[in-house]
């Protein structure tokens, strides 16, 4: 597993190895001793999740305020931009975001640390979202912080797009950063 590191301290990419030949290819997506011996961390994952999405829609930027997740993210069928701000307010990186592309065919993973709001936007017709989380779903402490909030300016590639993204009523209503609960 190859591990590139983002500009943001913690928050890494994951480049597995795959095996391919003319039947197709095979890949480990995950193997804890190889992950601890490439990233340093020893996490234990208890959830995993599977979303499916149609071009133009936008999940995000969600994080739990307690019971704070750690996602390990990739995507299995199409393309994503998949981003992660950092609310961590002691971090040097605070209110930082970075993105990189998961697909199918690059199949890269994000490692988003506890601490961070993400998200992601559809690029291809649709795609499968799969993630392993650190803790469990709780909804009462879900928070999303605002998409487009100008303070965070996150690059979304809305040019790829037939129209305007396709939001959920909680990302509408998403709280910009300065209003945001964030995380010590």
């Not at 071009?55 to 994080?63: D, E, I, M, T």
């Not at 299995?76 to 307010?89: E, I, T």
């Not at 992601?120 to 993630?131: E, K, N, R």
Request: with cysteine; hydrophobic share 45%.
């Amino acid at each position: 597993m190859k591990v590139i590191e983002t500009a943001i301290p913690g928050l890494l990419i994951l480049e597995p190895r795959v095996f391919g030949d003319a039947r197709g290819f095979f890949m480990e997506s995950f193997n804890a001793k190889a992950f601890a011996a490439a990233t340093g961390l020893d996490v234990d994952f208890v959830q995993d999740n599977h979303s499916r999405s149609g071009q133009g829609v936008l999940r995000g930027l969600h994080y739990q305020i307690q019971q704070a997740q750690g996602k390990l993210v990739r995507v299995v069928r199409g393309s994503v931009f998949d981003v992660a701000v950092d609310l961590r307010r002691a971090s040097p990186t605070f209110g930082q975001w970075a993105g990189v592309e998961l697909s199918e065919e690059n199949h890269r993973q994000l490692w988003v640390p506890p601490g961070f709001a993400h998200g992601f936007l559809v690029t291809s017709d649709s795609a499968d979202f799969v993630y392993k989380t650190t803790d469990y779903y709780a909804p009462q402490f879900e928070r999303s912080l605002l998409w487009n909030d100008p303070a965070v300016g996150v690059e979304w590639p809305l040019h790829l797009l037939p129209g305007a993204p396709l939001l959920s009523a909680k990302d509408v209503a998403g709280q910009p950063l300065a209003e945001c609960e964030t995380f010590a």
